[in-house]
């Protein structure tokens, strides 16, 4: 990992006596406390501030930015109120977040760049292309990278044809995330009974299911080559059949890395990236899934495990070369769930394999305020 002394003569300025003034541009994303975390952790050098569309955003209540500022919600009056924060507080950085925060600073990169320095971003197409599990899982098929088969439909065409699928399968939105509307069929009998009960309302897929567990990997790239990353296997999931895990194992898996850094090579891809894959029970194989192009929910274990992604991002941001990060076997818990492996372990004498280091409940205790407010507030 390359330290702020390290890199004082490479960025031409004294960084012990200059602050780096980070932009988060979509503070009102539910990813900008654990980048903002990310940030707090990689030293005292960096200077955070947040816009938003909420004013009453969870990470305005934080204690670790430096100024937090409401903007409007269209887009050209937005971006003005970005170059005008850009401009008074001296910003060097820009680092949007969530998917919608980075197709903004995509459409209007052209006109930002000449103030900020932009981590790598993956292009407007690109973006399109992996945001569509219909459109990803055409461009897997037609580079042969492992994926389940799967069907694109839409709500305007006749039920399709199920012949080429193997039960049980899988019907997703296709511009789905976290499990929504995910639902799952047995027979072909049954799925048509469900198109003859049902309407749905937006383009869809159907996928085979895949028996086996999810294993997946979290990257930031420059023009398809990895700069840093982890990988992760979902141990336990709080609710819901296909919602993210909420206790994860990071381990290293040559077979999932080998299938990723393929398919990126082909997208060319830039910026950050979640990718979800299947381990295949019954032919061994990794299968890719869908891609989240954005920061994710599992960060805080990725900063457990050793690999501080925001912060790497600033360092790409500036064209400042690092080797690619080691992380460690660790197992991790979100705080939902160290919580209730607290309970469980005081209440009942539960036995629990993950340690107060390994959750997020760290973070919570050293910045509660913004767990608090999400927990009830109502704006």
């Known amino acids: 990992m390359v330290s702020f002394s390290a ?3 490479e960025w031409g300025v004294d960084l012990e006596n200059r602050k780096i003034d980070v932009l988060i541009p979509d503070g009102e994303s539910i990813f900008s406390l654990a980048v903002l975390h990310g940030l707090s952790r990689a030293g005292e050098n960096f200077r955070v501030h947040i816009l938003s569309q909420n004013r009453c955003s969870p990470v305005r209540f934080s204690r670790y930015f430096d100024s ?3 903007c409007p919600e269209a887009d050209e009056a937005r971006l003005h109120c970005i170059l005008k924060v850009i ?3 001296g910003v060097d950085i820009l680092l949007p977040v969530h998917e919608l925060g ?3 600073v995509v459409k209007y990169k052209a006109r930002l760049e000449p103030f900020v320095c932009i981590p790598p971003i993956a292009d407007a197409d690109s973006m399109a292309l992996v945001s569509d599990k219909g459109r990803l899982a055409h461009f897997l098929e037609a580079h042969h990278l492992a994926t389940p088969t799967t069907l694109r439909c839409s709500p305007s065409h006749d039920v399709p044809d199920l012949v080429a699928l193997q039960f049980p399968v899988l019907i997703k939105p296709a511009q789905g995330a976290n499990g929504r509307g995910i639902k799952r069929f047995e027979t072909a009998a049954s799925l048509l009974e469900y198109f003859e009960a049902e309407t749905v309302g937006e383009d869809y897929i ?3 299911y895949i028996d086996g567990y999810d294993i997946d990997c979290s990257v930031l790239c420059s023009e398809g080559e990895i700069l840093a990353y982890t990988i992760q296997k979902g141990l336990a999931v709080e609710s819901g059949d296909y919602k993210s895990p909420t206790k994860i194992e990071f381990l290293h898996d ?3 890395y080998d299938l990723v850094c393929r398919m990126l090579r082909k997208l060319g891809w830039s910026g950050i990236a979640h990718i979800d894959l299947r381990y295949d029970a019954v032919s061994g194989k990794v299968n890719i899934i869908e891609i989240n192009p954005r920061y994710w929910g599992s960060l805080p274990g990725s900063l457990v495990a050793g690999v501080n992604f925001p912060h ?3 360092l790409a941001a500036r064209d400042i070369s690092f080797s690619v990060p080691e992380y460690r076997h660790v197992k991790y818990a979100a705080a939902k769930t160290a919580l209730r492996l607290v309970r469980e372990k005081i209440f009942k004498g539960a036995k629990t394999d993950i340690r107060l280091g390994e959750t997020d409940l760290p ?3 050293k910045d509660p305020l913004p767990e608090i407010i999400r927990l009830f507030s109502k704006c």
């Open 7 to 9: 890199l004082k003569q």
């Open 68 to 70: 937090f500022t409401v």
């Open 87 to 89: 401009r008074e507080k």
């Open 102 to 104: 980075l197709k903004f």
């Open 206 to 208: 159907i996928q085979r």
């Open 254 to 256: 040559q077979a999932v």
């Open 312 to 314: 790497l991002a600033c």
């Open 363 to 365: 973070n919570m205790l």
